[in-house]
């Protein structure tokens, strides 16, 4: 997150990171869009999507998403996932988020990813050790 955006001009935490996670409840692809700054507390996570979830392999990011982990988008997937906004990228003007490679974003605002997305506003953010 941090090399892409002093490539965009932009800070870290304007990055939006679009993280797969499998729901063990029934395996389903749960997209987490993040700030680039942040960790996902899967405890928070769990409560929100209502199962356990376990970071999701290469494999299983290509085959629900169709693209390769460090390109993934916010949409245009291969399969319907559940969508999971942080509600700390809504204090954000602009956003930037992968657009399909490791080497192209586009700039957006977090009001419409969600709307578009369909994502959940939930605050599934770690919260940083004082």
Do not use: N, Q
């Not at 869009?33 to 299983?60: E, P, Y």
């Not at 988008?73 to 003007?93: Q, R, W």
């Not at 605002?109 to 050790?129: E, K």
């Amino acid at each position: 997150a941090a090399e892409a955006a002093a490539a965009v001009g932009c800070r870290t935490e304007e990055i939006v990171k679009s993280l797969i996670f499998r729901r063990s409840s029934d395996d389903a692809a749960v997209l987490v869009l993040i700030g680039g700054a942040d960790r996902v507390d899967t405890a928070k996570l769990a409560l929100v999507v209502g199962s356990k979830t376990g970071r999701a392999d290469a494999d299983f990011v290509r085959r629900t998403t169709g693209y390769a982990i460090g390109g993934v988008p916010p949409l245009g997937h291969a399969t319907a996932a559940v969508v999971v906004m942080d509600e700390g990228l809504m204090a954000l003007s602009t956003a930037w988020a992968a657009a399909g490679t490791p080497h192209a974003v586009f700039e957006t605002t977090p009001a419409d990813l969600a709307r578009i997305t369909g994502a959940v506003i939930a605050a599934v953010a770690a919260t940083p050790a004082a």
